[in-house]
């Protein structure tokens, strides 16, 4: 907006609608990253893979969380941010596809985790009929 308050007959320049603007751009912005970085547990060791690629796009991805804890040797999965046994996750699952037939499972688990604890996620990803799993992995 311009408003004619200068001097010399040229229009001021509004800055206060700018920063209003720019300050609900920010918070939106803000609000977004922490739902998507909350979806991953950054204590987990990932496994090193030398040909990992780089993911295209994470839309639809359902994220599961395997951490292996060597002292008691136990696992845990967490499936949206709570402590889940892999089984009792597959309606949600099934409500996940149906909505978006694209939906795909990521699965997030420490490179000791044994083989058991990832194939009881495939299975449940597999009766909710989600063909698409991908593991994540480190490229070093």
Do not use: C
Request: zero cysteines; aromatic letters at 6%.
């Amino acid at each position: 907006m311009a408003s004619t308050g200068g001097a010399d007959g040229e229009p001021e320049f509004q800055i206060a609608p700018m920063i209003d603007v720019l300050l609900v751009l920010l918070i939106f912005f803000m609000s977004i990253a922490t739902t998507a970085v909350t979806r991953y547990d950054p204590s987990i060791n990932l496994p090193t893979a030398p040909d990992a690629g780089k993911k295209d796009d994470s839309e639809g991805e359902l994220v599961f969380n395997i951490s292996w804890n060597e002292n008691n040797e136990t696992a845990v999965t967490t499936f949206e941010e709570a402590s889940v046994r892999p089984g009792d996750t597959i309606p949600t699952l099934m409500r996940h596809h149906k909505a978006n037939p694209k939906a795909r499972v990521l699965i997030r688990a420490d490179g000791e985790t044994p083989v058991a604890h990832v194939n009881e996620v495939i299975e449940a990803a597999a009766q909710a009929g989600i063909v698409d799993v991908i593991f994540a992995a480190v490229s070093k």
